[in-house]
Every structure is written in C-alpha cells, then in structure tokens.
C-alpha cells in the first residue's frame, strides 16, 4: 500500500486567505459555497444543521413548560400547540440529526474507502444546498402557522414544498454516498474489507434511498389535493395523518443506523486489535436496518394478545420481523464492541463514551416501541411514543457529538478537550434520559400525545412533566457546551497530528486536515485494517 503526501491542501488554502482583503474573503466565500470538495461539503452540513439541532431542543424545553402546568400556564395558543409538537420533530430528525450524521459521512467515508473525492460530488452540493433551501422554507412555514394543521394556506403549501425540497437533497446526499462506496473503494478493498463506518453509510444510505421517496410521493399527493378540493387527504389537518410514520418509530431508526456503525468503528481502535467478530457487525448493522420496513408499510405493526395460541403466534411473526430484529441488529453491534473490548486491554479515548452512550439511548428507545405495539399496553397513543423519539433522536444527537470529536481532527486539524466531549456526552445522555423516562410511566397513567394543557390522570402529572422538562435542559446545555468546545477546540486546540487515535483505517494515514485530493497516490489495500497493515509490518 503506498500512503500519502500531504500538507498540500492547507498550503493552497493559506495563499488565499493571505491574498488581502474583501476580495480574498469573497474568494473564499465563494469557494466554500460552489465546492465539489466532500469534506468542506460535509462540514457545512453538520456547522448549519447544528443551529437546527440547538432548535429543535429549545422547542422541546418550550413544550415541556408547557405542559408542567396543565390547566392555567400557555405559552402557546391551543391552535397552535400541535403545530409546535410536530416542529419539534421535524427539526430534530430533518434538521438536525439526519443532515449531521450525513455531513460526517459525506466528509469522512471518501478518505476511509481511498477515494480522491466523493462520487457525484456536484450531486453532494446539491444535495447540501436543496436541503437548506427545504429546511429554511419549513422553519418559515412553521413560523407562518403553516405546520400540519396550520390556519394559513400558502404556509401549508410552503411547508409541503419545504419538505419535498430537503428530502430531494437528503436522497442526492445519500446517492452520492452509496455510489461512492460501492465503486470508489481502493484497490483490495472488498466491501468486506470497507471500514465498518463506511459499511454502515452504504446500508443507511440505502435505507434512506429506499424510504424518503415514499415521503416525497406523499407530500406530492398532500400539496395537489391541499392546493385544489383538500378532500381526498385531509387537507392541512391530515398532512401528519400522512407523513407521521416518518417522525415515528421504526423509520427513526433508520435515521440513526451510522450511530451503530460508529460505534463498531470507534469500539475497534479503542481496542487496539483487529475486530474479531468483524462479520457479525456486518451482519448486525444489515439486520438493524430491516427497520426500513416500517417505511415500505408506512405504518406500525401490532400484537394483539387475545385468543389462542395460534392466534398469537400469527400476531407475533410479523410483530417480531418489524419491531424485533432491529432491536436484534442493535444490540449485536453493542455486543461484538463490549466483546472486543473486554477481550483486550482497551485504551478509552474521547469519543467512545458518547458513541457507547448514543447506541444506549437508542437501544432504550427501540424496546419502549416493541413494548407499545403491544396492544394489551395501551399505551400507543400516549406519551409513552413521545418518550421512543426522544431516546432514539436525542441518542443520534449524541452519535453526532462522538462522530464530530472523533472525525474532528482529520478534518480541522486540532483536537477538541477530551474532559468537554466526555462531559458533555455524559451530560446528555442523562439529559435523554430524564427527558424520556418520566413519559415512559405517565404514558401507563394515560397522559395523551400532542396535548399540552387540558389533561389529567392520578399521579404526579406535574412531577413526571417538570422531570422531563428539566431532561431537556439538559440536553440543551449539553449542546450548547459541545457547540462551544467544538468552536475552541478546532480553531484553538491541540495539533491533531495525522492520527491522533493510533487508528486503523486508510482516512489515518493522510494529513490532518486532509488535502484537497485526499491522497498523492492511490492506496492498495491487502486488510480491513491497512493502516495497522503499516504498523506492524505489513501482516495480514
């Protein structure tokens, strides 16, 4: 395998912003907004999805005051409070976690498969700049009173349109992906030599290739029927009636999956050695994304647990091929990493706890929705379903934060504190959890979805509401802490140095931050893990 040359990238980048005044700003304005280059692509999807993210949780913290006082205390107006549980979703998943996770993997997985650059790569800025567009137009729709069930018509149209647009983009973003795994990979890499990150974006990628067209379609037939009879869809208030199994369990766990493969990914280094059990990730990442079902159904798949055993039997078949195997897929991940990591003597680094962390949360998140499609439950229409999104949604929030301090470094240069990652990562997870356990009991109390005032059940309503709510805060401050100790960290932080985690994969090998074309020459790859092919001598 022949490695790389290569401060080249941060030479050309240094005359340019030494060339003087507006006009070099200008130029590098400029560059930034019309590059094919995948990382700086990437990077612009996790810096402007970030404002998204620090929304959608702000809303969350909003919603749960709300609901602390359930009879007298209104921020918003009840015409509007369900415009406002849905924005709340469709930022966390559509303008935060998703474009995040599909920044980091746009920006990453070229270098880790060998490749000079991503495939499609005008289709990847496309994909960048369609999505903003889309999202901006929602949030403005939102703004509007334009959400599902919104008062104002041309607001409802703009939100349909909004969320046709970033759709368009997320699914040319994940094109370019997959493509790029599967027909840029250096010389020797088999898919089963491709890095585990690098096989979870070709598996999530497609996953998402797979699905979010149905939701376009949707959107298509909701904005003809909103912008002639509103009868055949329900008009403004069925738009969620429609798009609601996109905000929902299973098809989250689709948005999630590069969580696991981070995991897998992080898990190996942290370990030092080759991934013995390298297969069953492979396996359990495939297997976690038969969560793309519940998107070709588009909707979810209940067990009753009345009659006979047959009857039974009958029921829990498709129950478990549904809601099952991708708790399955799951926890195969989270199993193969701890076995590799209690096999060896492991060297935790700074990223491994919020990746640990986030496949926790969402794992937690999985079985809460198993358990609500019980029917004997009854507790599908509660916030017991609420108290799902957020542990699987905030848990890809904090994949975010291990992709981020991991990648990081290859990609700005310098290293983020590793006491602010492993804080902050901490912090939100307990944040996820106080903000979604509470719901878990008052949705057995029967407190109903989407409602914010007007409820009331025996228990302390006020203390699971205000519990919640404070979860939320947490997580708030733990973003807002991330944000922060990322910004100081990439401009001001230690020298990365090319790699800074003694790692195994080809995106390692090349500078920190890596040049505009990756590598000087092309890689020959003889392993899963090249990069320790070098080290140790070249054994296989």
């Not at 969402?362 to 079985?367: A, E, H, K, Y």
Request: no cysteine.
């Amino acid at each position: 395998m022949t490695t790389i040359d290569t401060h080249a990238g941060a030479n050309s980048s240094g005359s340019v912003a030494g060339s003087g005044g507006a006009a070099a700003t200008l130029l590098a304005v400029a560059d930034w907004l019309t590059s094919t280059d995948h990382k700086k692509i990437g990077r612009l999807f996790i810096i402007l999805a970030s404002a998204g993210a620090l929304l959608s949780v702000v809303i969350g913290v909003l919603l749960g005051f709300e609901r602390m006082d359930s009879d007298s205390f209104q921020l918003f107006a009840d015409d509007n409070i369900g415009q406002f549980f849905t924005f709340f979703r469709v930022e966390l998943v559509f303008g935060a976690v998703l474009p995040m996770l599909i920044g980091i993997a746009i920006a990453v997985v070229p270098i880790q498969v060998g490749s000079r650059s991503i495939a499609f790569a005008r289709g990847a800025s496309f994909g960048l700049w369609s999505w903003l567009a889309g999202i901006v137009m929602v949030e403005i729709a939102y703004l509007g009173n334009g959400g599902p069930g919104g008062g104002n018509q041309t607001m409802v149209d703009l939100f349909l349109l909004g969320m046709l647009l970033l759709i368009v983009g997320l699914v040319f973003a994940s094109v370019s992906l997959v493509v790029t795994v599967l027909n840029s990979r250096a010389p020797g890499m088999t898919l089963e030599r491709a890095p585990l990150f690098a096989w979870g974006a070709l598996v999530g990628g497609s996953a998402l290739v797979f699905t979010l067209p149905a939701l376009g379609a949707n959107l298509i037939y909701n904005f003809v029927d909103h912008r002639n009879g509103r009868v055949a869809f329900g008009g403004n208030f069925g738009v969620v009636d429609w798009i609601g199994w996109s905000l929902s369990q299973p098809q989250t766990y689709v948005f999630v999956l590069l969580a696991l493969a981070m995991l897998a990914e992080i898990a190996t280094v942290v370990s030092g050695a080759r991934h013995m059990l390298r297969g069953v990730v492979l396996a359990g990442i495939g297997i976690a994304a038969t969560s793309v079902l519940g998107g070709v159904i588009q909707q979810q798949q209940t067990m009753g647990w009345d009659g006979s055993v047959s009857d039974k039997l009958r029921d829990f078949v498709p129950w478990a091929i549904f809601n099952l195997l991708p708790i399955l897929g799951a926890l195969t991940v989270l199993g193969a990493s701890m076995f590799l990591l209690v096999t060896r003597r492991p060297r935790i680094i700074a990223p491994f706890v919020p990746a640990l962390l986030s496949v926790a949360a969402v794992i937690v998140g999985m079985l809460g929705h198993a358990l609500s499609t019980i029917s004997s439950t009854n507790v599908a229409t509660t916030v017991f379903e609420e108290a799902e999104f957020v542990f699987v949604m905030y848990g890809g929030l904090i994949a975010v934060m291990a992709g981020v301090s991991y990648w990081g470094p290859k990609l700005w240069g310098r290293l983020m504190p590793t006491s602010a990652v492993m804080g902050t990562g901490v912090l939100a997870f307990l944040g996820t959890f106080l903000a979604g356990l509470p719901y878990f009991v008052a949705g057995f109390a029967d407190q109903p979805a989407g409602v914010a005032n007007g409820f009331s059940y025996d228990g302390p309503q006020e203390a699971w509401n205000l519990l919640s709510t404070a979860g939320h805060v947490i997580v708030l401050v733990a973003a807002l802490g991330f944000v922060a100790a990322a910004l100081t960290g990439f401009r001001n932080g230690s020298a990365a140095g090319d790699d800074p985690w003694n790692a195994h994969t080809l995106e390692w090998a090349t500078a920190s931050p890596a040049p505009a074309d990756n590598f000087a020459d092309v890689a020959v790859v003889k392993s899963a893990e090249p990069l320790l092919d070098l080290k140790t001598g070249g054994a296989s």
